[in-house]
């Protein structure tokens, strides 16, 4: 398949430019013409309009993918064609990227795939759980109620990731704020003071003489420090994508201060979201509980799904692996056991979620109550140290000017 830019005028008179895919020049100029567009203009995609075409697209978000269900449900409910429905959302969807992923899977469909098989093409913008949904409601006949229920869920992902980032957002960026205040101060503001200290002809404190040592450090071997953080990075990132790096890091992020429940709490939605969804679609557990798995950030939280799922394809129930593991809360072993016992497990993890919906949402609050005050006083602490560093010397010259 090929990227083809094309200049059309549309049956409205109006002219309108975009992107087309096809196997060749003929097919793209055919499938334009069969919308009733009068071509002006066809050329090959070139590798520089792809790049362009992604940096402004950028990565689809959960955000994106809610709205796409949202208006194809829309559609379908309406009378329209799926064929019909993804051509104009194609034109309507605002991520570039996922503009042109609808466009490759309304030409699968036109050679003959089905939308489940035409969206697995394209695992960067349409995940398994979204996938696996499709493909139960084309066995159902109910493909509306599939995306319905698509839409939803991505929109608790949406605001879950949203809320979760305003917790995170804030520290950062007053971390940043603070780094390049210290950095400024040590490089321009303590050498200004350098030399008067030295006119001073009395012994500097200690407090002065540790921040001009490491000012001078800072000046004098700053692409030290820069190659020091850069080889940081790179290794911690090389570390992370390992076995035991994720295993590190999951681990990390369970028992950071602050924020260790709200990690928690989170991968708890996130599971009992997933999972309901899936099991409402019905789907097998045991290939709904891989998709789950998959979609958990947490390496930890990943091993154990797939570890329960091994268990339950050898006849255990969920509620024993997910109680053994010892990562989620009592909850939500209680309510998975419940649902099980009842007959209504998609029910109860529906119940859970939004439970642990509210919860994130506390818990992100008590994390901004509690990280504002701390890094206040980590920045009072910074400035007040550097503000008596340079006037520890001006009041020890004070004190002898007076002893005279």
Same mark, same amino acid.
């Given at each position: 398949?090929?990227?083809?830019?094309?200049?059309?005028?549309?049956?409205?008179?109006?002219?309108?430019?975009?992107?087309?895919?096809?196997?060749?020049?003929?097919?793209?100029?055919?499938?334009?013409?069969?919308?009733?567009?009068?071509?002006?203009?066809?050329?090959?995609?070139?590798?520089?309009?792809?790049?362009?075409?992604?940096?402004?697209?950028?990565?689809?978000?959960?955000?994106?993918?809610?709205?796409?269900?949202?208006?194809?449900?829309?559609?379908?409910?309406?009378?329209?064609?799926?064929?019909?429905?993804?051509?104009?959302?194609?034109?309507?969807?605002?991520?570039?990227?996922?503009?042109?992923?609808?466009?490759?899977?309304?030409?699968?469909?036109?050679?003959?795939?089905?939308?489940?098989?035409?969206?697995?093409?394209?695992? &960067?913008?349409?995940?398994?759980?979204?996938?696996?949904?499709?493909?139960?409601? *084309?066995?159902?006949?109910?493909?509306?109620?599939?995306?319905?229920?698509?839409?939803?869920?991505?929109?608790?992902?949406?605001?879950?990731?949203?809320?979760?980032?305003? $917790?995170?957002? /804030?520290?950062?960026?007053?971390?940043?704020?603070?780094?390049?205040?210290?950095?400024?101060?040590?490089?321009?503001?303590?050498?200004?003071?350098?030399?008067?200290?030295?006119?001073?002809?009395?012994?500097?404190?200690?407090?002065?003489?540790?921040?001009?040592?490491?000012?001078?450090?800072?000046?004098?071997?700053?692409?030290?420090?820069?190659?020091?953080?850069?080889?940081?990075?790179?290794?911690?990132?090389? /570390?992370?994508?390992?076995?035991?790096?994720?295993?590190?890091?999951?681990?990390?992020?369970?028992?950071?201060?602050?924020?260790?429940?709200?990690?928690?709490?989170?991968?708890?939605?996130?599971?009992?979201?997933?999972?309901?969804?899936?099991? /409402?679609?019905?789907?097998?557990?045991?290939?709904?509980?891989?998709?789950?798995? &998959?979609?958990?950030?947490? $390496?930890?939280?990943?091993?154990?799904?797939?570890?329960?799922?091994?268990?339950?394809?050898?006849?255990?129930?969920?509620?024993?692996?997910?109680?053994?593991?010892?990562?989620?809360?009592?909850?939500?072993?209680?309510?998975?056991?419940?649902?099980?016992?009842?007959?209504?497990?998609?029910?109860?993890?529906?119940?859970?979620?939004? /439970?642990?919906?509210?919860?994130?949402?506390?818990?992100?609050?008590?994390?901004?109550?509690?990280? *504002?005050?701390?890094?206040?006083?980590?920045?009072?602490?910074?400035?007040?140290?550097?503000?008596?560093?340079?006037?520890?010397?001006?009041?020890?010259?004070?004190?002898?000017?007076?002893?005279?």
């Amino acid at each position: 398949m090929a990227d083809w830019t094309y200049q059309v005028i549309d049956p409205n008179g109006k002219e309108k430019k975009g992107n087309i895919v096809a196997e060749t020049e003929l097919e793209a100029k055919n499938k334009l013409k069969l919308e009733g567009n009068m071509v002006i203009s066809l050329t090959k995609a070139t590798a520089l309009t792809k790049e362009i075409s992604f940096s402004i697209g950028g990565k689809v978000k959960p955000r994106d993918l809610s709205v796409f269900c949202r208006q194809f449900t829309s559609m379908i409910n309406a009378g329209v064609t799926i064929l019909d429905t993804l051509d104009m959302l194609s034109d309507q969807t605002e991520n570039k990227t996922m503009a042109k992923a609808i466009k490759g899977v309304h030409a699968e469909i036109q050679k003959g795939e089905t939308l489940s098989d035409s969206l697995k093409k394209y695992p &960067n913008v349409f995940p398994d759980i979204m996938v696996s949904m499709v493909a139960a409601g *084309e066995a159902s006949g109910k493909i509306d109620i599939a995306f319905e229920r698509m839409s939803a869920h991505f929109e608790k992902s949406a605001k879950l990731n949203g809320m979760i980032k305003k $917790a995170a957002v /804030y520290p950062i960026i007053v971390v940043i704020v603070a780094i390049a205040v210290v950095i400024v101060m040590l490089v321009k503001v303590i050498p200004s003071y350098s030399d008067m200290f030295n006119d001073l002809g009395t012994e500097l404190p200690g407090i002065t003489k540790a921040v001009l040592a490491m000012s001078n450090f800072v000046t004098g071997y700053w692409y030290i420090i820069v190659a020091v953080v850069a080889i940081a990075v790179i290794a911690i990132k090389a /570390y992370k994508k390992t076995n035991s790096g994720q295993i590190f890091f999951g681990t990390l992020a369970r028992k950071l201060p602050v924020f260790g429940k709200l990690n928690i709490k989170t991968a708890a939605s996130n599971y009992a979201r997933t999972l309901s969804t899936l099991v /409402y679609s019905g789907l097998p557990m045991i290939e709904a509980l891989g998709i789950t798995a &998959n979609t958990m950030k947490n $390496a930890l939280y990943r091993n154990a799904l797939n570890k329960a799922r091994e268990e339950v394809s050898k006849g255990v129930p969920l509620s024993e692996p997910i109680t053994a593991c010892g990562l989620f809360p009592p909850m939500v072993s209680h309510m998975t056991r419940i649902g099980e016992e009842t007959g209504d497990l998609e029910g109860m993890l529906t119940r859970l979620a939004d /439970y642990y919906d509210e919860e994130v949402e506390m818990a992100t609050q008590t994390v901004m109550a509690a990280i *504002e005050p701390m890094i206040i006083l980590v920045l009072a602490a910074i400035v007040g140290v550097l503000v008596a560093a340079v006037m520890a010397p001006m009041l020890t010259m004070y004190q002898a000017m007076d002893t005279l």
